[in-house]
């Protein structure tokens, strides 16, 4: 039983991780589509290629069976992903993935470990 509801739980944050995905760089989109700024900066279409490697990368860490120095390999690909949109698009909005980023290193090891990701995160 706790197993089904693990594995239930873990189908529902696929979906919430990836709709997160969606909705954080829906704005980024219509800007770019409209040629607005957002924040006095012009988009650049360079934004959405780590937008898309990020995307993988989650996708790739929720759906396969890693071994554990690849997994890690993807968070941080995840982080350096976020940091590129960061310097592209200079928008704040960009720190919603790293959630996604801490849920998925909780879910691999100790609440330490997963405590230090974060902190390793949030300063990078």
């Known amino acids: 039983m706790t197993e089904q509801l693990r594995y239930r739980h873990h189908w529902i944050f696929c979906v919430v991780a990836l709709g997160v995905w969606l909705a954080e ?14 924040r006095g900066a012009p988009v650049s279409v360079l934004w959405f290629v780590p937008y898309a490697i990020f995307a993988a990368a989650v996708v790739g860490t929720m759906l396969l069976k890693l071994r554990a120095g690849l997994h890690w390999t993807l968070l941080a690909v995840q982080v350096a992903s976020v940091m590129a949109m960061a310097i592209i698009v200079p928008w704040a909005g960009m720190s919603v993935f790293l959630i996604i980023t801490a849920w998925l290193a ?11 990701w974060v902190a390793f995160q949030t300063l990078a």
């Not at 909780?106 to 230090?116: E, I, Q, S």
């Open 25 to 38: 760089g829906w704005p980024i989109l219509t800007s770019f589509a409209a040629g607005a700024p957002i």
């Open 106 to 116: 909780a879910t691999a090891t100790t609440p330490a470990r997963a405590l230090g």
